[in-house]
């Protein structure tokens, strides 16, 4: 696998899943086309609200098991609030005959290893060296450190939206079926997600912070700064959102799809929030 993957970080309902499908299409990237979830599969202990994990002390076994249990889930959850836009894509016997765990593996094999059964899965055989891989969990922020030691010439882009809007955008996707959402839970969600914001950088030397409002309001200028940051020929597929090569319609809380980028919605979080 390329040694310079690329991490996108950042809470629930920031623009996480716009930013990585707009470097989807890019030809250089192999782009991991829904949250991998990587550390909490492996049994660590995971701090993010909505992705908390405590270890059961797994064997190696029982976590490979956790692994493909995921694949399975990814290709039959119908979620179009969230992030599962792989349902039916994904070959659960090809990634199984691919990732097989090994007593001796780092994290770093089996982060490696699960990449690649990952692109097996998706029919597309082995990654090739020259393409970089992009994954983004939003439980990431929280292992940027340990990443970065995995991969010292990884980049980081920790995508941050305004709290208010972002607020009622978590608040509305956690309504879908379940009622109003414990403010206390996404309060916390925040609370991880900043800290890191903070935290992170002083650790890590390859991290960026992108605004999502500048995601939509200068596409082009941002995704071109995005582009050098990651050493990346600019790409006109940087300025379309695409999902395994085709064009993305968003996961909007507000029911709309888009083509392309718009603002439009930016500041439509006011007509929703309360003064309390």
């Known amino acids: 696998m390329n040694q310079q993957p690329i991490f996108i970080l950042g809470a629930h309902k920031s623009g996480t899943t716009l930013l990585r499908n707009?470097?989807?299409g890019h030809p250089d990237l192999f782009v991991v086309p829904f949250e991998s979830h990587f550390f909490p599969l492996s049994d660590k202990?995971?701090?993010?609200?909505?992705?908390?994990?405590k270890s059961k002390s797994l064997s190696v076994k029982e976590i490979e098991e956790e692994f493909k249990k995921n694949i399975k889930v990814q290709n039959e959850a119908v979620d179009p609030m969230g992030d599962t836009f792989v349902t039916g894509k994904l070959d659960s016997k090809k990634f199984d005959q691919a990732f097989n765990l090994s007593e001796t593996d780092s994290d770093k094999n089996r982060f490696e290893k699960y990449m690649n059964a990952i692109h097996e899965s998706l029919g597309l055989g082995e990654i090739p060296a020259n393409k970089?891989?992009?994954e983004k969990s939003v439980e990431n922020a929280e292992f940027a450190v340990e990443l970065s030691k995995m991969y010292p010439e990884a980049r980081?882009?920790?995508?941050?939206?305004?709290?208010?809007?972002?607020?009622?955008s978590l608040r509305?996707?956690?309504?879908?079926?379940v009622g109003y959402p414990l403010l206390n839970r996404m309060a916390r969600t925040f609370r991880n997600s900043f800290h890191f914001l903070?935290?992170?950088?002083?650790?890590?030397?390859?991290?960026k912070v992108v605004r999502y409002e500048d995601v939509l309001v200068d596409t082009e200028k941002t995704m071109k700064s995005i582009a050098n940051f990651l050493n990346l020929d600019f790409h006109e597929s940087l300025m379309q959102p695409s999902h395994l090569g085709?064009?993305?319609a968003g996961n909007s809380t507000r029911g709309k799809g888009f083509s392309g980028?718009?603002?439009?919605?930016?500041?439509?979080w006011q007509k929703d929030i309360e003064p309390i």
Do not use: M, T
Not at 261 to 268: G, I
């Open 198 to 207: 903070s935290e992170n950088p002083k650790n890590i030397e390859h991290y």
């Open 246 to 248: 085709e064009n993305w």
């Open 172 to 177: 509305k996707y956690k309504s879908i079926g």
């Open 45 to 53: 202990e995971v701090e993010y609200e909505y992705r908390k994990n």
């Open 261 to 268: 980028v718009s603002a439009a919605n930016l500041d439509k």
């Open 22 to 24: 707009l470097l989807s």
């Open 156 to 168: 980081f882009i920790h995508i941050v939206r305004n709290p208010y809007s972002n607020f009622v």
């Open 132 to 134: 970089k891989v992009v």
